[in-house]
């Protein structure tokens, strides 16, 4: 199976600003987030990309 231009998760510290359709992680911190984000790339073989100061999101191209 091969996935392109596909969202594979999204990392926010706002919980409002998603409410599903992916993968959510919600973080305490802005660290946290960036710390998880930068994980979740690397495990997933995505790029994150921040889309607001309080979210990012995962993506496959």
Same mark, same amino acid.
Request: hydrophobic share 50%; with cysteine.
């Given at each position: 199976? &091969? @996935? #392109? *231009?596909?969202?594979?998760? =999204?990392? $926010? $510290? &706002?919980?409002?600003?998603?409410? !599903? !359709? $992916?993968?959510?992680?919600?973080? #305490? $911190? *802005?660290?946290?987030? #960036?710390?998880?984000? =930068? &994980?979740?790339?690397?495990? @997933? %073989? !995505? +790029? =994150?990309?921040? @889309? =607001? #100061? %309080? @979210?990012?999101? +995962?993506? *496959?191209?």
């Amino acid at each position: 199976m &091969n @996935l #392109e *231009k596909f969202i594979l998760a =999204a990392i $926010t $510290t &706002n919980p409002q600003k998603i409410l !599903g !359709g $992916t993968a959510v992680f919600h973080c #305490e $911190t *802005k660290k946290e987030m #960036e710390s998880i984000a =930068a &994980n979740l790339e690397a495990i @997933l %073989d !995505g +790029i =994150a990309h921040s @889309l =607001a #100061e %309080d @979210l990012y999101i +995962i993506v *496959k191209h």
